[in-house]
């Protein structure tokens, strides 16, 4: 179980750097703007 544990802070670390490069900021902003449209899209086909 150590070891599980282990493998997800891992992987919550490198989800959530401590210093966020501008690189990782851009894709974010890039994902959220991106669901957003894909949501108004769907909105408005479905209206």
Not at 7 to 26: C, F, G, H, Q
Not at 29 to 36: L, N, Y
């Amino acid at each position: 179980m150590p070891n599980m544990r282990n493998t997800i802070a891992r992987m919550w670390d490198d989800l959530n750097p401590k210093e966020p490069s501008p690189y990782y900021l851009v894709k974010l902003m890039s994902v959220i703007i991106g669901a957003f449209a894909f949501g108004l899209i769907v909105h408005f086909l479905r209206v």
